[in-house]
């Protein structure tokens, strides 16, 4: 993370940056009205209820990373190969 990138080796300057970035996330949080998890984050939650994403889903996920896709062309794409076959 670019935060600790930028600390010095007493760690005081870090401990002020890190106070930033969490003050300034929460006023964007409340601001907006919503806040957006990460995909770590929302992982974590789902294997709280058993929910494990497939290699499959792995491999579409990372190149979509790598992608310029919309967020509606990634929907369409991840309809189309997890669609069932009628």
Do not use: W, Y
Not at 6 to 28: H, M, V
Not at 58 to 64: A, G, N
């Amino acid at each position: 993370m670019v935060i600790e990138l930028l600390c010095r080796p007493d760690g005081a300057f870090c401990d002020k940056l890190k106070n930033i970035a969490k003050t300034l996330t929460e006023k964007i949080a409340r601001k907006s009205g919503r806040f957006t998890l990460g995909r770590r984050a929302f992982a974590r939650i789902s294997a709280v209820e058993g929910i494990h994403l497939t290699p499959t889903m792995e491999e579409l996920f990372r190149k979509f990373d790598h992608s310029d896709l919309s967020a509606g062309d990634r929907r369409v794409a991840i309809a189309r190969a997890f669609a069932k076959a009628k």
